[in-house]
């Protein structure tokens, strides 16, 4: 199924020397190959221009109206614009023939093979969030209660999740569909912990620091539950004192923590900082950069992202793909740059959850990311021949000829295939080695 774009825009492809102020421009490089946190933008100042020639590239697509004549460059306002959605084509490699068949129509019994060991592997790892979120959500309440013994329950989950992290260096990173889309801290506890003990392992820090790590995670954002959930879950725009309030969260997790005895120091400092940004600019200290410890960094760029994916506003969420741009581009000055291009890494250019177009007009939801290629995630494609349950799955590391073409917003899809590929309202993740045989 190919998908058209909006049809009161057409692309031209443009000579970058030809670009002016107020034309809708789309930079054919994925997004990390260029110097704005947007592909498609309207050019408001001369430098903008200039960056785009500097790029070195033979053309740029301009955007405008179907009313003009092909040979008007239309110049733009931002409200002209149809669409927020953020497309970030590939340029076409010359050596990639063309598909004008539908992919799936190709796949072979070691395909269908591939999809079930895929739909084995997530059916263990969805049960085993589900089971993790439960165990979470009762680690959390005991520690408000000042409880040694879910203390101790946690390490023992923690000490088990980096043994098993260490031991399996071929660990894979699954998209979850969330069930209980109410319990938003909990599900930003295991979230945050499993991608930060992802980041730690890739760092190569030792298994101490890991499990430090990992306690910090899963604890950081313990001090919410102190905040009544009509304020956590406010869809209306925080007033000045609301806001403030809020922010006083990672004190609120310190007082927590600090009236249990056996709670350890490092985990303390994460809980207390994970807030805080290398510009000095964070809260609520405004430490500012070699005064943030390596673990709180890592903890800090994988809250940022998950709140990015999962704010309590819902039509607000950035898809995986975009939250990462916008962090690489709009917070540079905030984040560890060096671990933030190690996160890119663990979860690939495009990030389980994101809805891909295939250079063969097949359109699909990536599942998982690539070992090797973070340009070749695993892709479950729509086919309305067959249910969901059977849905295709491919692994475009083993496709040379397929590519992703463009990165489409869920809200865009059309019903039918929204309900196929069903992506969650919720962005969760499961690594399967944390999923029991």
């Known amino acids: 199924m190919i998908f058209r774009r909006d049809k009161k825009l057409v692309r031209r492809r443009v000579n970058p020397g030809q670009l002016k102020k107020g034309m809708l421009v789309e930079i054919p490089l994925p997004w990390f190959r260029h110097p704005f946190w947007r592909s498609r933008f309207v050019i408001k100042e001369d430098s903008q221009i200039e960056k785009i020639k500097a790029l070195d590239i033979p053309f740029v697509f301009v955007l405008s109206s179907e009313a003009h004549k092909k040979n008007d460059l239309k110049v733009f306002n931002e409200k002209d614009m149809h669409t927020k959605e953020v497309h970030l084509p590939e340029i076409p490699s010359p050596s990639s023939p063309s598909h004008s068949h539908h992919f799936v129509e190709d796949q072979d019994q070691e395909k269908i093979s591939s999809a079930k060991l895929y739909l084995i592997k997530y059916q263990k790892c969805e049960k085993a969030y589900e089971q993790t979120i439960s165990q979470v959500k009762t680690l959390l309440n005991g520690l408000l209660f000042f409880s040694e013994e879910s203390l101790k329950d946690a390490q023992n989950m923690m000490r088990k999740m980096v043994d098993t992290l260490i031991n399996d260096p071929s660990t894979m990173l699954f998209l979850i569909n969330a069930k209980k889309k109410q319990e938003e801290v909990f599900h930003h506890a295991l979230n945050t912990c499993i991608l930060s003990l992802l980041l730690a392992?890739?760092?190569?820090?030792?298994?101490?620091?890991?499990?430090?790590?990992?306690?910090?995670?899963?604890?950081?954002?313990?001090?919410?539950?102190?905040?009544?959930?009509?304020?956590?879950?406010?869809?209306?725009?925080?007033?000045?004192?609301?806001?403030?309030?809020?922010?006083?969260?990672?004190?609120?997790?310190?007082?927590?923590?600090?009236?249990?005895?056996?709670?350890?120091?490092?985990?303390?400092?994460?809980?207390?900082?994970?807030?805080?940004?290398?510009?000095?600019?964070?809260?609520?200290?405004?430490?500012?950069?070699?005064?943030?410890?390596?673990?709180?960094?890592?903890?800090?760029?994988?809250?940022?992202?998950?709140?990015?994916?999962?704010?309590?506003?819902?039509?607000?969420?950035?898809?995986?793909?975009?939250?990462?741009?916008?962090?690489?581009?709009?917070?540079?000055e905030k984040l560890d740059k060096r671990l933030m291009e190690l996160f890119i890494r663990i979860l690939?250019?495009?990030?389980?959850?994101?809805?891909?177009?295939?250079?063969?007009?097949?359109?699909?939801?990536?599942?998982?990311?690539?070992?090797?290629?973070?340009?070749?995630?695993?892709?479950?494609?729509?086919?309305?021949?067959?249910?969901?349950?059977?849905?295709?799955?491919?692994?475009?590391?083993?496709?040379?000829?397929?590519?992703?073409?463009?990165?489409?917003?869920?809200?865009?899809?059309?019903?039918?295939?929204?309900?196929?590929?069903?992506?969650p309202l919720r962005i969760a993740y499961m690594a399967d080695s944390f999923a029991k045989d």
């Open 201 to 332: 392992r890739a760092e190569n820090l030792p298994p101490e620091d890991i499990f430090t790590i990992g306690l910090g995670a899963l604890f950081h954002d313990i001090g919410k539950l102190k905040i009544p959930k009509t304020l956590i879950l406010k869809t209306q725009p925080l007033t000045k004192s609301e806001k403030s309030f809020l922010q006083l969260h990672p004190q609120f997790g310190l007082e927590i923590v600090s009236k249990i005895s056996s709670f350890p120091e490092e985990p303390k400092q994460i809980i207390g900082e994970h807030h805080e940004t290398l510009d000095g600019k964070g809260y609520p200290k405004g430490l500012r950069g070699d005064k943030i410890g390596i673990a709180t960094r890592i903890v800090s760029i994988v809250n940022i992202y998950d709140n990015l994916c999962n704010p309590p506003v819902l039509e607000k969420a950035m898809t995986p793909y975009h939250a990462l741009a916008f962090m690489y581009k709009k917070l540079n």
């Open 348 to 423: 690939g250019v495009y990030p389980p959850g994101t809805i891909v177009k295939l250079s063969s007009g097949s359109v699909g939801i990536v599942v998982s990311k690539s070992p090797n290629q973070p340009h070749k995630p695993l892709v479950m494609l729509y086919n309305p021949d067959v249910p969901p349950s059977k849905a295709p799955v491919i692994s475009l590391e083993e496709e040379p000829s397929l590519d992703i073409e463009q990165t489409i917003h869920p809200s865009s899809l059309p019903q039918e295939v929204f309900v196929y590929l069903n992506p």
